[in-house]
């Protein structure tokens, strides 16, 4: 399951685009993005990275994602935010859901008004960039060029970040040898030995074995014993 599914639907804005979001006349509370989106909510993660304080009290949270800075206010009535903004750690990923902020100019610092405010997780983070940039990349054309290719490389940096990294490249069949051989003790290696030497190198312990079957398979490697392994 998406980690981020759980969390209250809404429009789901980067900083930058918030940042830019102006009020439109009429239409009390709502906004527009330059890429044409109306909202007056907005479901954001970040990383908190400031807590600001007016009498010993936090008032505000500066955060950031891939594309900006944000600012998260905290309304001085609302105990149960002003609690769980106390015990927030710098840094460390926050959800907000809230109200954007706008102005007569656009500025170059979102804001948000929160009405909810959690902690997350690195995984429930990611979750929301990639679900944010898919939406974003929807709408990308509707931009002025210039703020368009400024906005999709922001983009793709983000979801660059964003991703699971890409798993090691499986080693060669000669790095394997040459592993085995590195575990020799006399005139042939344990094969607890190369497996516990595999595992080290990202593997997991059937992964191990099942590359030894293999090489074996094709008489590059034998077991004399069991419990030995040798280069043919």
Same mark, same amino acid.
């Given at each position: ?37 109306? =909202? ?63 102005? =007569? ?25 990639? =679900? ?101």
């Amino acid at each position: 399951m998406n980690p981020s599914a759980a969390l209250t639907p809404a429009s789901q804005l980067f900083a930058w685009e918030m940042a830019r979001a102006l009020p439109v006349h009429g239409d009390s509370g709502r906004c527009r993005t330059p890429s044409g989106i109306h =909202s007056r909510e907005t479901a954001y993660i970040g990383a908190l990275i400031e807590t600001v304080s007016y009498n010993d009290r936090i008032v505000s949270l500066r955060m950031s994602d891939p594309t900006g800075i944000c600012t998260v206010h905290i309304d001085p009535r609302a105990e149960e935010l002003y609690d769980i903004a106390e015990e927030l750690d710098v840094p460390s990923f926050v959800y907000v859901f809230g109200t954007i902020r706008t102005r =007569s100019q656009g500025g170059e610092e979102a804001e948000i008004s929160a009405t909810v405010l959690r902690p997350v997780s690195r995984d429930a983070r990611n979750s929301w960039i990639l =679900s944010a940039a898919s939406d974003a990349a929807e709408r990308i054309s509707r931009l002025p060029e210039a703020e368009r290719e400024e906005f999709r490389s922001l983009l793709l940096n983000a979801v660059t970040a964003a991703k699971p990294a890409e798993k090691k490249q499986e080693m060669s069949d000669e790095e394997v040898l040459s592993l085995i051989e590195s575990c020799y003790e006399g005139k042939s290696a344990p094969r607890e030995k190369v497996l516990e030497a595999l595992k080290g190198r990202g593997m997991t312990k059937q992964q191990a074995a099942e590359l030894i079957s293999r090489l074996m398979e094709e008489g590059e490697c034998y077991a004399p014993k069991p419990d030995i392994i040798k280069l043919a």
